[in-house]
């Protein structure tokens, strides 16, 4: 039912708009109740901008701040391991309380990437947020602290997701059928 073809690829609904919602709304509160002074927001680029778009529209502490990095490393359905900071934050973000966007958290070699990024900026302290998380591929000992949903080692699009570029305007998320 409602399978999607990207390429050469068929995928298949997984999580459907409906339950994003409720997961962005669930995650939002939690935020929201840690209540971090003057918090910025780093929303890694390109996956998670649709996350992070709803989710920041729910954020009320005050002094709420946004800003963006982009940081690459998957090419095709497999991460490639290399990862190539395409741009970071130019400002002084020394003793800010950092919240870090990610879309989807897999092997850890990016958020790990970036929060080596941010701890040479002498940040004060640094949470991560992510929409998804695969347990059994990640290989970090970073603390997650807000997951959205935890799920198996499939690869996923849409809701920001992509392959190969295409996908990331469904708003359902789908994962690649065998
Ligand atoms: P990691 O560095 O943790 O292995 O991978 C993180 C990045 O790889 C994510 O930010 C995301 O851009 C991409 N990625 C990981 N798993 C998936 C997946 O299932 N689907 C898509 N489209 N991208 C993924
Ligand atoms: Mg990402």
Redesign the pocket.
Known sequence: MNDIQLYDKKFEVFIKADELKHIVSSLAKKINESNLENPLFIV?L???FLFASDLIKKIEIPNTEISFMK????IG?N?S?K?KKIFGIEKDISNRNIFII????????????VVKILNNKNVKNIKII?L?Y?PD????KIKIDYIGKS?S?????GYG???NDL?RNLSNIY??KE
Request: charged share 25%; no cysteine.
């Open positions: 890694v390109n996956g998670s940081i690459s490393s998957y359905v991460s391991g990862l990610e879309d989807i958290v897999d092997s850890g070699n990016t958020i790990h990437e992510t998804l695969k591929a990640y290989k970090k799920i080692n499939d690869f996923v699009v997701l992509d392959y996908g994962k690649l």
